[in-house]
């Protein structure tokens, strides 16, 4: 009787502390999901972006954060995130690999953000060096990495509301101001670089150009599953498919003006995907009749500070997963421990490292092309998220097809046939843009084809077996 007293008490106050509106939920999500980082490559794409967007957010990422909130909200499910919801599907080890692809990922998209981060503070301090030589751009990376790795000390809640102040003052008040100022640009009768008609927004042509172009719009509407576990936690259930709605039309929009901002503003053969943000800002402000080169670089830092902010935020968040597999012996029981503050310090140094490894290999065989180094690593955050995905709806399949008397509180659609329908069509679209990831970026230079290649098959290749290699001690670390 007295367990059954403490269950109700913890029961009572997890409601009483964790309940959450549907706009904090919105709030939560969007911080994960929208990002500056692709909007330059957005903008490069012309005015098939508003295609790509369209396809990417109705079909694929409603999907996604629908099927994450059907398995989220399954008894017993609620806690581990994909890890807890493909193990009950596929089984253990199938959980754990997917879980540390999800992890894993990451790792190199660490890159991507530390190269708009240089790029942002290049155009600031007029250093354009910062961004061209090899070993000044390795230990740029280097400090902004580890320094933001040495301040998770402080703990996660702390670095959790720092980062939700810097992605307010770094992200959401640049793109907003952007936007406005693209606005008072196109009022003032000011000349634009790309025409939107039928003809300009649906590609017509079906190549390995067009279809890479759409690659980074899959990894905009990454990460919208992360928050599925908090379904249970809203006040009315139904209103996530709301939340979710309202945060796939908000993502659509505020990369769709951000992005047309960019390509409307400033020609095609002038945007770099590492700087073009920034840049853009000089050119529009001055533009319309206010000191571009003085606010550009105000933007410029406001920038950097926002994107470092989200990074400290992916150094917090994944790692807390994979403390709790080391507890459960995935990993070496040397990981499973913390500081003082709760902090699995270890684990996010084991993370460091690699990231570290990854930005050497892709920061030196770019040489001077800081785009291509962009582009690579763009393509391999998202290929190894996809990886991700492939799993977690195969897992959804099965779930429908065997386990549909699970008792859940939400559901994608009542319809298990148009449930798996829906999937399918999700699963079809992950597979094809994982296999175009590897198709070399429009512009890539001739001899740096077949470099940016092998260094995504190597880089795929070497996640793949990890899980695999590091499961087969799974019962001795977990026996000590």
């Known amino acids: 009787m007295n367990n059954e007293k403490k269950e109700d008490w913890a029961l009572e106050q997890d ?46 990422f409603i999907p996604i954060t629908q099927i994450a909130g059907e398995m989220a909200s399954i008894d017993g499910w609620e806690k581990g995130g994909i890890f807890t919801w493909v193990k009950g599907s596929l089984g253990d080890k199938t959980g754990w690999t997917a879980m540390f692809y999800q992890w894993i990922h990451i790792t190199v998209g660490m890159d991507t953000m530390m190269y ?60 907003i101001l952007l936007i406005i100022s693209f606005l008072v640009y196109v009022a003032q009768g000011q000349p634009l670089h790309m025409t939107i008609n039928w003809q300009t927004v649906i590609p017509h ?48 929009c505020f990369d769709l003006l951000g992005s047309m901002a960019i390509g409307m503003t400033v020609p095609k053969s002038e945007i770099q995907n590492s700087t073009g943000f920034v840049y853009t800002y000089g050119r529009l402000l001055t533009s319309i009749g206010l000191p571009g080169d003085i606010l550009q670089k105000i933007v410029g830092v406001m920038l950097a500070c926002g994107i470092i902010g989200e990074l400290g935020n992916w150094i917090a968040g994944p790692n807390q997963g994979m403390y709790e597999a080391a507890k459960e012996g995935y990993m070496p029981k040397f990981f499973a421990k913390t500081t003082k503050h709760g902090v699995p310090l270890r684990i996010m140094i084991l993370q460091s490292s690699i990231v570290t490894i990854s930005a050497l290999l892709i920061t030196f065989t770019s040489g001077a092309d800081a785009d291509f180094a962009f582009n690579v690593s763009l393509a391999a955050t998202t290929a190894q998220y996809l990886m991700v995905y492939m799993i977690m709806l195969i897992a959804y399949m099965v779930l429908k097809k065997q386990h549909e008397d699970y008792h859940r509180l939400y559901y994608m659609s009542k319809n298990p046939n148009l449930s798996i329908a829906i999937s399918v069509l999700a699963l079809a679209i992950t597979i094809v843009a994982f296999f175009v990831t590897f ?42």
Not at 20 to 45: C, N, Q, R, Y
Not at 146 to 174: D, H, M, N, S, Y
Not at 232 to 245: G, T
């Open 15 to 60: 409601l009483k502390y964790n309940r959450l509106t549907a706009f904090k939920l919105f709030a939560m999500t969007s911080s994960m999901v929208i990002s500056v980082d692709e909007l330059a490559p957005f903008g490069k794409t012309g005015a098939t972006a508003l295609f790509y967007l369209l396809i990417a957010g109705i079909a694929w």
């Open 116 to 175: 708009v981060i240089i790029g942002a503070l290049s155009i600031t301090f007029g250093t354009p060096w910062f961004n061209t030589t090899p070993i000044v751009r390795f230990l740029l990376m280097m400090i902004i990495l580890w320094g933001a790795t040495a301040i998770q000390v402080i703990g996660v809640r702390k670095i959790g509301r720092i980062a939700e102040w810097l992605f307010i003052l770094g992200i959401a008040t640049p793109v």
């Open 205 to 252: 042509k079906l190549n390995g150009n067009t279809l890479v172009a759409f690659v980074p719009f899959m990894l905009a509407f990454c990460g919208g599953e992360a928050s599925a576990p908090h379904v249970k936690n809203l006040d009315h259930i139904k209103s996530y498919s709301k939340v979710m709605l309202g945060l796939a039309v908000t993502a659509i």
């Open 439 to 480: 198709v070399p970026a429009q512009g890539t230079p001739s001899n740096l084809r077949a470099v940016y290649v092998w260094t995504l098959i190597g880089m795929c290749a070497i996640v793949s077996v990890l899980p695999l290699i590091l499961y087969r001690w799974h019962e001795k670390w977990q026996q000590k």
